[in-house]
């Protein structure tokens, strides 16, 4: 099984542009899930989708959104872009449902704010 | 409110040594815990959860509601142990998991 896939892994933009982050599941789960990881804060969570619906929300300004279409593959963007924003951001996967509990994660996709 | 504490940001021990990783946290609900580990250029992946009580690699984590706490234990470390561990709570609803700011251990040879 191909693990969890996000693209870009690599990234820099200026203050003020925008950024879309994508991220392919792993077949099968309908759960994905964004975090942001920082040396300060370790990980913290910005927001999971369902079957295409938003079910959870962290505490990150609006300016972070999501979506995820029917196939289950996430987009994450950020407009925007503060120089605190500067981190990696991570996708999770996993069933969403019944006893599943574990997340698998990906690569991530490291973002630079300049 | 939910929260992770891992008051060790950095942890070194000798192999053969017992290693604890502390992990206390808050939340108002019924816990579920977890235990994420992170090797050296690898992915973010799930060692233990609290719920199946089981042992993996030599580790163990107990739930002591009373002390809040979920320490992860090893009675002797391996070289191999060296990695980023993250404690993390999952909430009632959905999803979503509210991760430490975790511990990285380094077993010294």
């Known amino acids: 099984k191909a693990g969890v896939t996000q693209t870009p892994r690599y990234l820099i933009k200026t203050r003020g542009q925008q950024v879309t982050l994508s991220c392919s599941p792993i077949?099968?789960?309908?759960?994905v899930s964004w975090y942001q990881q920082t040396p300060g804060q370790g990980l913290q969570f910005l927001f999971e989708?369902?079957?295409?619906?938003?079910?959870n929300k962290g505490n990150f300004p609006g300016r972070f959104s999501g979506r995820q279409f029917s196939n289950s593959r996430s987009e994450m963007n950020v407009s925007t872009l503060e120089l605190g924003d500067s981190a990696l951001y991570l996708c999770?996967?996993?069933?969403?449902?019944?006893?599943?509990?574990?997340?698998?994660f990906g690569e991530g996709s490291r973002l630079t704010v300049l | 409110a939910q929260r992770v504490t891992q008051p060790e940001k950095l942890l070194s021990v000798f192999k053969g040594a017992p290693v604890e990783l502390k992990c206390n946290y808050s939340?108002?609900?019924?816990?579920?815990l977890f235990w994420y580990v992170q090797y050296s250029r690898q992915r973010l992946q799930l060692l233990l959860r609290?719920?199946s009580r089981e042992s993996i690699k030599g580790f163990t984590a107990d739930l002591n509601k009373g002390e809040t706490s979920f320490h992860l234990k090893k009675p002797f470390a391996q070289e191999e142990d060296s990695a980023m561990y993250y404690c993390?709570?999952?909430?009632?609803?959905?999803?979503?998991?509210?991760f430490g700011t975790g511990t990285s251990l380094t077993v010294i040879p």
């Open positions: 999770a996967s996993s069933l969403g449902t019944g006893d599943s509990r574990e997340l698998f």
């Open positions: 077949s099968g789960h309908r759960s």
């Open positions: 989708y369902f079957s295409e619906t938003q079910r």
């Open positions: 939340y108002s609900g019924s816990p579920e």
């Open positions: 609290h719920i």
């Open positions: 993390a709570l999952k909430a009632n609803t959905g999803n979503q998991f509210y």
